[in-house]
């Protein structure tokens, strides 16, 4: 095992990683049908009384501290419909209902605020924004609404646009290659392999992680390379206790391995069809696209 891979391992196993993992977002209680329409002042009695205590859970939600938490259970509260749009929100009963100061309320609004989930306005106060407005390619409102209500959606949606992004990208990393950058995509690829073998799953879906998130930034496409922090998020909510292409296996190893040789050879066309392959792995793309033809 590379020096690399045996860090990465034990990174991965560490408990201060301060990563967020589908078990810690699912002690939300989203709401199976919320009402699109409702208006009028926050219902927060219909939460977990443990969420209104921001000020007193471990530290931090992903590492953030009070700010960040209260984005994240704003953010959750907005995405899963509780909070439906138009419905006003008070600093005030804001602080109050969390346990937290004015500047912490000001603070995370103004967040949710750049993400299109609010808005505030003179006269008007801050008001929960319509779906439309929201920016739907934030790695947090991606998360957010893949663990909501909204989650078959959001993995439908994720899984075609990746499709989209991907095999284009690979295509592109054949004629941008750099022999650095080959060189740690081929250690991802020696990283996902060890932790299959030793039955590391979180090991695994960060060097995957890590892999595509590579490929993208080395496609010499600026453009692309803005939506690598997305490919990440989609990696982290694909569903199921594993991140990743699809659950750890040969076949998902295998086609990464191709892409890699591809890409070393200069040949785009193979890694364009390397990539097609891996993301038809996944069970959910399946039944998005067909999978390739044979010519």
């Known amino acids: 095992m590379s020096t690399l891979a045996h860090t990465m391992m034990t990174a991965a196993r560490s408990a201060d990683s301060g990563l967020a993992g589908p078990g810690e977002l699912d002690r939300y209680p989203y709401a199976e049908a919320p009402g699109a329409n409702r208006v009028g002042a926050p219902a927060w009695e219909g939460t977990d009384p443990e969420l209104g205590r921001v000020g007193r859970r471990a530290a931090g939600s992903r590492g953030r501290g009070l700010h960040g938490q209260l984005v994240q259970q704003l953010g959750q509260m907005i995405v899963s419909g509780d909070l439906g749009a138009d419905r006003p929100l008070v600093p005030e009963e804001i ?15 103004r967040v949710l605020e750049a993400k299109g989930l609010v808005s505030a306005r003179p006269n008007v106060g801050t008001r929960v924004r319509p779906v439309s407005d929201w920016n739907l390619l ?6 957010w609404r893949a663990y909501g209500p909204q989650r078959d959606d959001q993995r439908r949606e994720l899984s075609e646009l990746r499709w989209t992004i991907e095999p284009l990208a690979a295509r592109l990393a054949a004629g941008h290659g750099r022999e650095e950058v080959q060189q740690r995509l081929a250690d991802m690829v020696e990283i996902m392999g060890h932790s299959m073998a030793q ?20 496609a010499g496409n600026r453009m692309l390379e803005h939506l690598s922090g997305i490919v990440s998020a ?26 890699v040789d591809a890409l070393a050879a200069g040949d785009g066309a193979a890694a364009e069809s390397a ?9 959910e793309v399946e039944r998005v696209v067909p999978a390739p033809r044979e010519h």
């Open 234 to 259: 989609a990696l982290q909510v694909s569903g199921g206790p594993v991140a990743g292409c699809d659950r750890p296996n040969e076949i998902s190893l295998a086609h990464h391995a191709r892409i």
């Open 138 to 143: 934030d790695p947090d409102i991606i998360e």
């Open 199 to 218: 039955g590391d799953a979180l090991t695994f879906s960060r060097a995957d992680a890590e892999f595509h998130s590579l490929l993208i930034q080395v």
């Open 275 to 283: 990539m097609r392959q891996l993301l038809t792995v996944h069970p």
């Open 95 to 109: 602080g109050q209902r969390f346990e937290v100061s004015r500047t912490v309320v000001r603070e995370s609004l």
